[in-house]
């Protein structure tokens, strides 16, 4: 048995290739997925909706408690688990990290007593064995993009959604923090009239009650007919990349992930920051952000304020392989190789090494 450890929902689409590999390799998976009550109904219906072979917990000591009693032959975590240590010697251990891009925790998580990591590219690997000389790193690659390199993703169905299959899609995915969603114009769907408008926020600013002006933010947006807004249950950027010309995003592995489809991305550098991440306490921003940010803020265009948004996306559409060369540099450096096999040789690993 191996199981998935579903700390957050947003975990699944790096992990459901994984487990597409495993089962069809006659393996036996489970997902751990925490009860939450601000969120049981979309974890519910993600849960139907994936056909997942699922197992609640209310917690992390409940989630070792089955690990132990059960002993998985791995658990595969999305990211640290601090009670990594007492499943030494029961259960083998592996940490797939639910995301590329320039945020320290990346290389952080790796402090977490987890036996295995899997890594995008070499000089990823290269860079946590210096940070961390006694772990174990396998570069494998982006397990995640596996389903659009293999054609398996097909994207969605534009005009189902109710917006116009002539138009170019724009899709917006900012992260929770720091986002620009709180510095884009109140009207700005209007103002992208000639686009269709995909909106896929990060799960927590449609399900955390702290994220509610975001929320309330995005639900504006999407009353404008050419806007369609995902909804939480809707975990999966997959078939929004796959269906989007080009993207706009801030510091989210978003940006990272649609480069390595080889697709236009605009940077928008007008983050909204708290008041405790202002000032002279910038330095925490510094901090959540690895420096990372600017060795790569040439794999897109960008935007330094929201009125400078709309002639750079519209620049990137009419010349959408003007960043290509910094595109496949980076991409090479953050995500390793996407050859749609990253899966597979993950659970080659897995299962040799068991």
């Known amino acids: 048995m191996i199981y998935f450890d579903v700390l957050h929902p947003y975990y699944l689409p790096q992990y459901l290739p994984v487990a597409k590999e495993l089962q069809q390799r006659s393996e036996s998976v489970k997902f751990v997925i925490y009860n939450n009550k601000e969120q049981q109904s979309v974890l519910r219906t993600l849960v139907e909706l994936h056909q997942l072979d699922a197992v609640w917990v209310d917690n992390e000591a409940q989630a070792l408690a089955l690990y132990i009693s059960t002993k998985a032959s791995w658990v595969i975590f999305g990211n640290a688990f601090s009670r990594a240590s007492q499943l030494k010697g029961v259960s083998k251990t592996a940490l797939m990290e639910h995301g590329i891009g320039p945020k320290s925790v990346y290389y952080t998580v790796s402090q977490?007593?987890?036996d295995v990591r899997f890594v995008?590219?070499?000089y990823r690997l290269n860079r946590l064995q210096v940070m961390f000389?006694?772990?174990?790193?396998?570069?494998?690659?982006?397990?995640?993009?596996d389903p659009v390199i293999q054609g398996v993703e097909k994207g969605l169905d534009i005009a189902k959604l109710g917006l116009d299959p002539n138009k170019p899609t724009l899709l917006y995915a900012p992260t929770f923090y720091p986002s620009s969603i709180q510095n884009m114009a109140k009207r700005w769907p209007e103002q992208f009239s000639e686009y269709n408008i995909l909106l896929k926020p990060h799960y927590f600013s449609l399900t955390k009650p702290s994220y509610q002006k975001q929320k309330e933010l995005l639900e504006h947006w999407s009353t404008y007919e050419n806007v369609y807004?995902?909804?939480?249950?809707?975990?999966?950027?997959?078939p929004f990349m796959v269906s989007a010309d080009i993207l706009i995003s801030d510091a989210s592995s978003a940006l990272f992930e649609f480069a390595a489809l080889g697709k236009p991305v605009v940077w928008c550098d007008f983050y909204y920051l708290r008041w405790s991440y202002r000032g002279i306490l910038k330095f925490r921003f510094k901090n959540r952000v690895d420096q990372d940010l600017y060795k790569y803020a040439d794999v897109a265009a960008h935007a330094k304020t929201y009125p400078k948004l709309k002639e750079v996306v519209d620049h990137q559409l009419a010349f959408p392989q003007s960043y290509k060369p910094m595109r496949e540099k980076y991409t090479e450096e953050l995500a390793g190789i996407v050859d749609g096999k990253c899966s597979h040789r993950i659970v080659d690993y897995l299962l040799n090494d068991a």
């Open 112 to 114: 977490s007593d987890i």
């Open 120 to 122: 995008e590219g070499q």
């Open 133 to 145: 000389p006694d772990k174990v790193f396998i570069d494998t690659g982006y397990a995640k993009l």
């Open 229 to 238: 807004l995902a909804g939480a249950e809707e975990a999966n950027l997959l």
